[in-house]
């Protein structure tokens, strides 16, 4: 006896050691991953050249066009016209002269040294409009400082376009909703308005995104738990989890190991919430659970631990191996989310499998507590009569599908109709994927990616009744010097192009004369101008049409351009979709094969989680077209919904399975399926939800990309939920029966009611 207390009192020693140093070690990594996450958004790069691949064509242009041009350049435009509709007057026209030339020699903003004029080259354009009712100003930020960093830590483009409006409204009383004395109107657009904007949209990445978020996770935990502490238990893992992807995300961006753009911080915020609720519900739940069997709560976490370790860690596994799929992608932007997100699953499960264990044990014997006022206690305790120590009976277990609830409930009515569920259930998943053509993913114009009023939006509608669209973004063609003429014949043979003009090496706003090409390498530059503007659709299609005429009469000819690397970019894309999903499917397909020892159980969870992905991918096209209102979707919207949709689904079936395989080892298969989902069914349930609505959040950024997939992946994952988990899944594993999990010892064991199984058949 006195063996028993000293080893006793050691394992407590050891026990509040090791939760001690968890909880400290957690708590440096939150001190400095707090810190790291604030300052994502200043490793960011959103400049979608940057991400094409150097085998594009127009990658191959821009790296020509570098030979005939000192510097590149990213224009800003500030667009002009009267607020009543008139022409512009001499005087408006005159002051808006002063200003355009006097702005340049503005100061920087507090904190910098110099003036605007620093971060220009060429000279300022002011050019009046053809049917005398608007004014272009141009200015050209020097393309090599546009992403640097000014005090504040805000980057020149937007602190540049920023300065452009104020000026504007202190100056000449213009802004786009008022006019001044003067009565101008005026817009800031132009290739730097659209970056300003597409910043400050994802400004809200850093504080409302993550705020939405955890608040309603955090509300939709206390209705699960109905404790005024587990809640805050949950959310800690999750945030202290974010830190720490925050960390190591932040540290491989600062030095260029990987890359991070505002979309990829929006998911990884997400992702990493999400997960790590998920993943602390399945574990809170087998604790509670086994509370109930054991005395003290260190035991009923190391059981809970070693029920939970596999599904937890293989459901990570599975997103983890999923999203690093994204690296064979040809778009920089799709490869940097494979290990950001990776690095995001990650830390939540090293959060999930650490801290949140600590957290729960942190009061010791009384760890109960934490779950007040509903604390689990052990169902029997009898007294040992050879020691006369009260101890747990633990051969009191009632079966869980005998309950009154919900769940035991939905899983009795599965057992006794399980034929005709599963053959509803996937004919109406069926009907929602039959709309999956319907999806429009070819491509928007730049002006539909904002969801709410901006700037340069407007702008840009006003300038293009006003002036040439295409000429402020012109396609470039690098041609050899003999094919000069037999090109531009071609070219402007071209619907949709307006002009084609020779390169000649002249300023800005200088007549060309009678100069000649300029020829670098016995190379020309031709500059085309298309009716489109070059972020609109309709110039993406004009250059796929100028390709394919110019490549006709000079195969060495390149197409570059703003609306080039658009085309450019979802052609790879597309690409993108027909490699990655075979290579996603296979690589999960294995995954579920060693964690399930079947062929049979994978193929059959792949099978529902591609159908539900065709549904809900079905179903979110009709609100795309019929009740939001969409333009349409980039080619990359149904990857990623792929890649999210497929490996998150297959979560929760993961969650299911192995439980059933756990009971089914016990009394079968049949009874196993019911029993799993009787028990299951409640935390998984919840699980779907957080995750649902934590991708949710992410339509309180007004961009149209993330919007989407904050609709699609959180319909589909709703859909995996409460259909393709609560009903396909396991009707069919309980129609096939033990042939569930062929190729395994399980699957030759005859089905007999509630008798335990063979142990070799583990």
Same mark, same amino acid.
């Not at 109709?417 to 999956?436: C, D, M, N, S």
């Given at each position: 006896?006195?063996?028993?207390?000293?080893?006793? *009192?050691?394992?407590?020693? +050891?026990?509040?050691?090791?939760?001690?140093?968890?909880?400290?070690?957690?708590?440096?990594?939150?001190?400095?991953?707090?810190?790291?996450?604030?300052?994502?958004?200043?490793?960011?790069?959103?400049?979608?050249?940057?991400?094409?691949?150097?085998?594009?064509?127009?990658?191959?242009?821009?790296?020509?066009?570098?030979?005939?041009?000192?510097?590149?350049?990213?224009?800003?435009?500030?667009?002009?016209?009267?607020?009543?509709?008139?022409?512009?007057?001499?005087?408006?026209?005159?002051?808006?002269?002063?200003?355009?030339?006097?702005? %340049?020699?503005?100061?920087?903003?507090?904190?910098?040294?110099?003036?605007?004029?620093?971060?220009?080259?060429? $000279?300022?354009?002011?050019?009046?409009?053809?049917?005398? $009712?608007?004014?272009?100003?141009?200015?050209?930020?020097?393309?090599?400082?546009?992403?640097?960093?000014?005090?504040?830590?805000?980057?020149?483009?937007? =602190?540049?376009?920023?300065?452009?409006?104020? =000026?504007?409204?202190?100056?000449?009383?213009?802004?786009?909703?008022?006019?001044?004395?003067?009565?101008?109107?005026?817009? #800031?657009?132009?290739?730097?308005?659209?970056?300003?904007?597409?910043? &400050?949209?994802?400004?809200?990445?850093?504080?409302?995104?993550?705020?939405?978020?955890?608040?309603?996770?955090?509300?939709?935990?206390?209705?699960?738990?109905?404790?005024?502490?587990?809640?805050?238990? #949950?959310?800690?893992?999750?945030?202290?989890?974010?830190?720490?992807?925050?960390?190591?995300?932040?540290?491989?961006?600062?030095?260029?190991? +990987?890359?991070?753009?505002?979309?990829?911080?929006?998911?990884?915020?997400?992702?990493?919430?999400?997960? =790590?609720?998920?993943?602390?519900?399945?574990?809170? !739940?087998?604790?509670?659970?086994?509370?109930?069997?054991?005395?003290?709560?260190?035991?009923?976490?190391?059981? !809970?631990?070693?029920?939970? #370790?596999?599904?937890?860690?293989?459901?990570?596994?599975?997103?983890?191996?999923?999203?690093?799929?994204?690296?064979?992608?040809?778009?920089?932007?799709?490869?940097?989310?494979?290990?950001?997100?990776?690095?995001?699953?990650?830390?939540?499960?090293?959060? !999930?499998?650490?801290?949140?264990?600590?957290?729960?044990?942190?009061?010791?014997?009384?760890? /109960?507590?934490?779950?007040?006022?509903?604390?689990?206690?052990?169902?029997?305790?009898?007294?040992?009569?050879?020691?006369?120590?009260?101890?747990?009976?633990?051969?009191?277990?009632?079966?869980?599908?005998?309950?009154?609830?919900?769940? %035991?409930?939905?899983?009795?009515?599965?057992?006794?109709?399980?034929?005709?569920?599963?053959?509803?259930?996937?004919?109406?998943? @069926? #009907?929602?994927?039959?709309?999956?053509?319907?999806?429009?993913?070819?491509?928007?114009?730049?002006?539909?990616?904002? +969801?709410?009023?901006?700037?340069?939006?407007?702008?840009?509608?006003?300038?293009?009744?006003?002036?040439?669209?295409?000429?402020?973004?012109?396609?470039?063609?690098?041609?050899?010097?003999?094919?000069?003429?037999?090109?531009?014949?071609?070219?402007?043979?071209?619907?949709?192009?307006?002009?084609?003009?020779?390169?000649?090496?002249?300023?800005?706003?200088? %007549?060309?004369?009678?100069?000649?090409?300029?020829?670098?390498? @016995?190379?020309?530059?031709?500059?085309?101008?298309?009716?489109? =503007?070059?972020?609109?659709?309709?110039?993406?299609?004009?250059?796929?049409?100028?390709?394919?005429?110019?490549?006709?009469?000079?195969?060495?000819?390149?197409?570059?351009?703003?609306?080039?690397?658009?085309?450019? &970019?979802?052609?790879?894309?597309?690409?993108?979709?027909?490699?990655?999903?075979?290579?996603?499917?296979?690589?999960?397909?294995?995954?579920?094969?060693?964690?399930?020892?079947?062929?049979?159980?994978? !193929?059959?969870?792949?099978?529902?989680?591609?159908?539900?992905?065709?549904?809900?991918?079905?179903?979110?096209?009709?609100?795309?077209?019929?009740?939001?209102?969409?333009?349409?979707?980039?080619?990359?919207?149904?990857?990623?919904?792929?890649?999210?949709?497929?490996?998150?689904?297959?979560?929760?079936?993961?969650?299911?399975?192995? /439980?059933?395989?756990?009971?089914?080892?016990?009394?079968?298969?049949?009874?196993?399926?019911?029993?799993?989902?009787?028990?299951?069914?409640?935390?998984?349930?919840?699980? @779907?939800?957080?995750?649902?609505?934590?991708?949710?959040?992410?339509?309180?950024?007004?961009?149209?990309?993330?919007?989407?997939?904050?609709?699609?992946?959180?319909?589909?994952?709703?859909?995996?939920?409460?259909?393709?988990?609560?009903?396909?899944?396991?009707?069919?594993?309980?129609?096939?029966?033990?042939? &569930?999990?062929?190729?395994?010892?399980?699957? *030759?064991?005859?089905?007999?009611?509630?008798?335990?199984?063979?142990?070799?058949?583990?």
């Amino acid at each position: 006896m006195i063996l028993s207390m000293l080893s006793n *009192r050691r394992s407590t020693v +050891l026990r509040a050691v090791l939760v001690g140093v968890a909880l400290v070690v957690w708590l440096g990594i939150g001190s400095v991953g707090g810190m790291a996450q604030g300052k994502l958004s200043q490793v960011q790069t959103n400049d979608a050249s940057a991400f094409l691949p150097s085998s594009a064509e127009s990658t191959q242009a821009a790296e020509e066009s570098k030979g005939f041009v000192d510097t590149e350049t990213l224009p800003a435009l500030v667009v002009l016209q009267p607020a009543d509709g008139s022409d512009v007057t001499p005087e408006q026209l005159t002051a808006v002269q002063d200003w355009a030339l006097a702005f %340049p020699d503005e100061a920087l903003p507090p904190g910098n040294e110099g003036t605007w004029s620093d971060y220009l080259v060429g $000279e300022v354009a002011v050019v009046p409009s053809e049917d005398g $009712e608007a004014v272009l100003v141009a200015y050209s930020l020097d393309g090599a400082t546009a992403d640097e960093l000014l005090a504040e830590d805000e980057g020149v483009t937007e =602190s540049f376009v920023t300065a452009l409006r104020a =000026s504007l409204e202190s100056e000449l009383g213009a802004t786009a909703t008022s006019a001044g004395e003067l009565g101008l109107q005026a817009w #800031v657009t132009g290739p730097a308005g659209f970056v300003a904007d597409l910043v &400050t949209a994802f400004g809200g990445i850093d504080g409302v995104l993550l705020l939405v978020a955890l608040g309603a996770v955090l509300l939709i935990l206390v209705l699960v738990y109905r404790s005024p502490f587990l809640p805050f238990v #949950v959310i800690f893992t999750a945030v202290f989890a974010l830190c720490l992807a925050g960390l190591v995300v932040y540290t491989l961006a600062a030095n260029g190991t +990987l890359v991070l753009n505002g979309q990829s911080q929006g998911i990884l915020s997400i992702l990493v919430v999400g997960a =790590s609720v998920d993943y602390a519900l399945l574990l809170v !739940a087998r604790y509670r659970e086994e509370l109930a069997h054991v005395e003290h709560p260190a035991q009923a976490m190391g059981r !809970a631990l070693r029920a939970c #370790v596999e599904p937890i860690a293989a459901s990570a596994g599975t997103v983890i191996a999923g999203v690093l799929c994204l690296l064979l992608s040809d778009l920089g932007s799709n490869r940097s989310l494979g290990p950001v997100a990776a690095i995001g699953i990650a830390s939540a499960l090293l959060g !999930a499998l650490t801290l949140l264990p600590a957290l729960l044990l942190v009061f010791g014997k009384h760890s /109960r507590i934490l779950f007040w006022p509903r604390a689990p206690r052990p169902a029997a305790v009898v007294v040992a009569p050879e020691t006369g120590h009260p101890h747990v009976d633990t051969t009191v277990e009632p079966d869980p599908a005998d309950g009154t609830g919900l769940w %035991p409930r939905l899983a009795r009515f599965v057992g006794r109709k399980a034929r005709p569920v599963w053959i509803i259930t996937a004919v109406a998943l @069926g #009907v929602g994927a039959a709309f999956l053509p319907t999806l429009n993913a070819s491509g928007t114009n730049q002006v539909d990616i904002f +969801l709410t009023d901006v700037d340069a939006v407007a702008g840009e509608e006003v300038l293009a009744e006003h002036f040439p669209a295409g000429s402020v973004q012109p396609a470039i063609l690098i041609v050899d010097e003999a094919d000069v003429d037999a090109v531009t014949a071609a070219a402007e043979g071209v619907d949709g192009v307006e002009s084609v003009t020779p390169y000649t090496g002249a300023p800005a706003g200088a %007549p060309a004369g009678d100069a000649p090409p300029l020829a670098v390498d @016995g190379r020309v530059r031709l500059d085309v101008a298309t009716t489109a =503007s070059a972020d609109t659709q309709a110039a993406v299609d004009t250059v796929e049409d100028l390709r394919t005429a110019v490549h006709e009469v000079s195969p060495t000819a390149v197409v570059g351009g703003a609306a080039a690397e658009t085309l450019d &970019t979802n052609l790879a894309s597309e690409r993108d979709l027909r490699v990655i999903v075979p290579v996603v499917l296979l690589v999960i397909g294995v995954i579920l094969m060693f964690l399930l020892r079947s062929v049979v159980a994978a !193929a059959l969870l792949l099978a529902a989680n591609v159908l539900s992905f065709a549904a809900a991918l079905g179903v979110s096209a009709i609100f795309f077209n019929h009740v939001f209102g969409f333009a349409g979707a980039d080619p990359v919207v149904p990857l990623f919904a792929f890649v999210f949709l497929v490996a998150l689904g297959v979560d929760y079936s993961i969650f299911l399975m192995t /439980r059933v395989r756990e009971e089914s080892l016990k009394v079968g298969t049949r009874a196993g399926v019911v029993r799993g989902l009787a028990v299951t069914g409640g935390v998984i349930t919840s699980a @779907g939800v957080v995750l649902a609505t934590t991708f949710a959040a992410l339509g309180v950024i007004p961009l149209l990309f993330l919007a989407q997939i904050a609709f699609i992946v959180a319909f589909g994952v709703l859909l995996d939920t409460l259909v393709v988990r609560s009903l396909l899944v396991p009707a069919l594993v309980h129609d096939l029966g033990r042939r &569930t999990w062929w190729p395994s010892a399980l699957s *030759r064991h005859q089905e007999h009611g509630l008798h335990k199984v063979a142990p070799d058949l583990e």
